[in-house]
Each structure stands twice: as structure tokens, then as C-alpha cells.
């Protein structure tokens, strides 16, 4: 981003400017919430273990500097506060602090901030306005509700991983942990909804996700198919489970994806590689001819990419009005233009790592844009000042550090 790109971005509040939010998360559903409201301008205090802090913190490879890149690249725009909640000044602390508080995201296995008195039900008479947000691995309610979450676990319980990798192979999990991604960004959805309803009525709610719910999110035509037919579907590696051709093809160098599914584009592409025939061929008239014959269709249409460059191909394709694009690397998705136009890779400084690149905002808004206006920070940098803010005098933020139910930087 350009230095008078940035300077016009940080002259705009985001539109949750004066929303306040404590975040007792770590790792990466909770963090990712907490990460997506304060890019769109909420103070979000993310209140840390003691000892240690959030465990990616320890995560020793790869670092920036000595600093975890996992915690770096979640936790941007926020503050840090260390409390060690097994200690009741600890737990004394948060409950003043709910007290101005308009939301709570959490990601702890059900139970435990009941453990700690820091339930929803305890802290909705302290605060009724309080939106809390628990992100846990089934949700609060049903027969798994007790047990610990992980993504891969909720990958495996939702159908993902039977849907994910070649046929025949394996079961294979998506790269990225997308049950937690995206249980983060459906926590995120439920607090912005449940603060609009807070607008209307002046009253607060519980938003209850989780990484199987949002595993099963994901699967919606997967599950269709099996809800009109009975049958489960199969793995079938990049081609789409209902179209065809709709899916990754070689290159004399690579790997491009190719959306030629409907009509219109089937038939241009036909033309496009020199293959007219197939569009009355009657093993490819239809959509439905093609998902039937369609090994000996990527077979033929395979013949052909393998004979050309990746670039040169994608440029074709462009011209010719079809969807297509490169198997980028992660490496070469980050240094593409677009991507780098639609700033969605930044820097900060952070004290220690110094200069760190990281992801851009994904949702861009015309008044009220998103920004990225503070590194992550460090363990407990913040721990005075947020208690300050909390009506804490000093002399009860020196007593709690020096009890150890409070650690600052």
C-alpha cells in the first residue's frame, strides 16, 4: 500500500468504530472473529493466559525476528491484556471489564467460563446489553456439545474430508483450517447481527457457532445431492461435482483451472482450442452428457492444454471470454497484481519483528473501508492501559501484577 493510499484509508473510521470487544480466544476460530471485527474498527482487547498467552505465541517456526508468524498474521488490530483467570483477582478483573464491554467472543470448550463464573448467564447480569459469542467445536447444544473441537476432527465429522482429494485416494483435509476460518467468520456474522438487534432493542444475545456447523457450511451441494438421491458423493479431485468441464488441466508448464461448465462457455472453449466437433458431439451436446462422459472429455481437452504455456493459455482463454486462471502457488498468488491492487497484502512494525507483511482486508467498503492500523502485540503491552480504561487506579494494576493475576510488557 502507497504511503498517500494508507494515510486516505486511516483517515476513515471503520463502521464499528466504538465497539468494544474482549476476545478470550487463541489459536485460530476465536482469533480470526476477533481479527475480522477490529479490522472493521472495533477496539478488540484480547485478553491472554498467563503464563504464555494464546499458544500460537509459542509456535517456534516460522518466526519474524524471534516472534511466531502464526500469532502475528491473527492478531493484528488488537490490544493485549495478560490475566491468569485460575486466580479470582483475575476473574475480578474481567468482570469490571464486561462491565463497558458491548461484546465477548470466546473459544474455550463449553463449560469452562462457566468454571471461571464468566458464563453468559452470570455476565448478562452484569451487562445485559452484552453480545457473547461462543465459538466451540459442536455448538452448545446435542451429544457431542461437551467434547473439545479441533478443525481436523470437525473436517472429518462434517463429510469434508470425504469429499476432498482424487477418487479412490485417501481421505485428504482442505489445506487451510477452514472449519476454523470460517466458525471465526460466522462468529463474526452472528455479532453483527446480534448488534444490530441490540440497536433496535437495546438488548444483548448469545451467538453460538461452531467448527462442525461451520465444516457442514460448506457443503451445500455435496449435501444436496445426497438429500435428493440418497447417494453420498464421492472425491473428484478439482472438477466441480455437478458441471463439467469445470476443473484443473496441464500445462506445458503447470496447471490451470478452467470454467467452461455452462453452455455458452463450453462452446467457445470448444472453438477456442480447435476442437468445434465435440460441441455436437453427442458424448458433449449437454451438461448432463458431459458429467457422463466426462474422463474421456478431460482426457481430449488435456491433450490439448499440455501442448501450451501456462500464461500464453490463460491470455487465450481471457480473450476468448472464458473463465480461467493459473494453479498459483502461495508465493505467486501474493506477488500477483491484482492481488497487490486490491491491497490484500500490507505491513506493519511491529517492536520487535520490525517490518512484517501480512494479509490484506478482505471486505472493502466504500465509506467506512477496513484498515490495518496496529501490529499484533506483544504479551500483555496493553495491560495497563486497558485497565485504566476500566476505572483501575494504578495501585490496583500494581497489586494485581504483582499477586501474578496480571502480567504487562
Known amino acids: 500500500m502507497t504511503v498517500a493510499r494508507e494515510e486516505q484509508m486511516t483517515a476513515f473510521k471503520g463502521p464499528l468504530d466504538g465497539v468494544k470487544v474482549l476476545e478470550l480466544c487463541q489459536v ?15 477496539d478488540v482487547v484480547k485478553v491472554e493466559k498467563l503464563p504464555g498467552g494464546d499458544d500460537t505465541r509459542s509456535y517456534d517456526r516460522p518466526q519474524v525476528n524471534g516472534e511466531s508468524a502464526a500469532f502475528l498474521a491473527m492478531n493484528r488490530n488488537k490490544r493485549s491484556i495478560a490475566l491468569d483467570l485460575k ?14 464491554a458491548d461484546v465477548l467472543v470466546e473459544n474455550f470448550r463449553k463449560g469452562t ?22 465459538i466451540t467445536g459442536y455448538g452448545r447444544t446435542g451429544p457431542y456439545a461437551d467434547k473439545g473441537g479441533f478443525d481436523l476432527i470437525a473436517q472429518g465429522i462434517s463429510g469434508l ?50 467448527l462442525l456447523e461451520a465444516g457442514i457450511h460448506t457443503t451445500f451441494w455435496h449435501s444436496a445431492i445426497f ?37 455458452a462457455n463450453w462452446e467457445r472453449l470448444a472453438r477456442m482450442m480447435g476442437l468445434a466437433e465435440l460441441i455436437v458431439d453427442p458424448r458433449f451436446r449437454t451438461n448432463s452428457d458431459r458429467m457422463q ?26 480473450a ?26 500490507i505491513e506493519t512494525v511491529h517492536p520487535v519483528a520490525g517490518p512484517t507483511r501480512s494479509l490484506g482486508v478482505p471486505i472493502k467498503l466504500s465509506q467506512t473501508p477496513g484498515t490495518v492500523r496496529r501490529p499484533a502485540p506483544m ?23 504483582a499477586s501474578g493475576a496480571a502480567l504487562e510488557s
Open 28 to 42: 485460530m476460530a476465536g482469533p480470526t472473529c476477533g481479527m475480522l471485527l477490529a479490522d472493521l474498527g472495533a
Open 87 to 100: 486466580r479470582a483477582e483475575g476473574r475480578a478483573a474481567i468482570q469490571r471489564l464486561i462491565v463497558g
Open 113 to 134: 467460563m462457566e468454571k471461571f463464573g464468566l458464563g453468559y448467564e452470570a455476565l448478562k447480569e452484569t451487562n445485559p446489553r452484552l453480545i457473547y459469542c461462543a
Open 161 to 210: 474430508m470425504s469429499i476432498t482429494g482424487e477418487p479412490g485416494q485417501e481421505p485428504v483435509k482442505c489445506g487451510p483450517p477452514v472449519c476454523d476460518i470460517n466458525g471465526g467468520i460466522l462468529g463474526a456474522l452472528g455479532i453483527v447481527a446480534a448488534y444490530v438487534h441490540r440497536l433496535k432493542t437495546g438488548v444483548g444475545q448469545m451467538v453460538d457457532t461452531s
Open 227 to 263: 438429500l435428493a438421491t440418497g447417494m453420498s458423493p464421492e472425491p473428484t479431485g478439482s472438477a466441480h461435482v455437478l458441471s463439467a468441464p469445470y476443473q484443473a488441466f496441464p500445462t506445458r508448464d503447470g496447471w490451470i483451472t478452467i470454467g467452461g461448465a455452462n453452455p
Open 293 to 318: 462422459h466426462r474422463a474421456e472429455l478431460i482426457e481430449i481437452l488435456s491433450a490439448k492444454t499440455r501442448q501450451r504455456m501456462t500464461r500464453d493459455l490463460v491470455e487465450a482463454l481471457d
Open 320 to 345: 476468448a471470454g472464458i473463465p480461467a486462471g493459473p494453479v498459483n502457488r502461495i508465493g505467486d498468488m501474493l506477488a500477483d497484481p491484482h492481488v497487490l491492487a486490491r491491497d490484500m497484502v
Open 379 to 401: 504479551l500483555g503491552q496493553h495491560t495497563r492501559e486497558v485497565l485504566r480504561e476500566a476505572a483501575f487506579s494504578d495501585a490496583e494494576i500494581d497489586a494485581l501484577v
